[in-house]
């Protein structure tokens, strides 16, 4: 929810602005998850989420992403969940040390 969020919001042309967005992404998803925002923040909304957003990851990946088809299975993630799993991978990636 909170991808989604600041996907709607969009980019970002400071960090000052970037944290109102992100601030402002929370409180929606606070307001749905009938939580006060610092305890969505710190329970709901995982941080790699936000930092995608911040290094300016997110909206890229959100938008290659949430076009393609989604399985027939019931059981299959939904586009914004492929986005989500395929964030948290690149976060997981890029704190992999380099085997030498």
Do not use: W
């Not at 969020?5 to 009938?34: D, M, W």
């Not at 006060?36 to 992403?65: F, M, N, Q, W």
């Not at 969940?81 to 395929?86: F, I």
């Amino acid at each position: 929810m909170a991808a989604l969020a600041l996907a709607e919001i969009g980019p970002f042309q400071s960090q000052t602005q970037a944290k109102k967005n992100i601030n402002q992404a929370i409180k929606e998803v606070a307001s749905h998850l009938g939580n006060r925002p610092a305890t969505c923040r710190k329970y709901y909304v995982h941080p790699a989420i936000l930092d995608a957003y911040l290094d300016g990851s997110l909206l890229p990946t959100l938008e290659k992403i949430m076009p393609q088809p989604t399985a027939d299975s019931p059981y299959a993630l939904s586009p914004e969940e492929m986005a989500v799993v395929a964030i948290l991978e690149q976060q997981l990636e890029a704190q992999q040390p380099v085997a030498s």
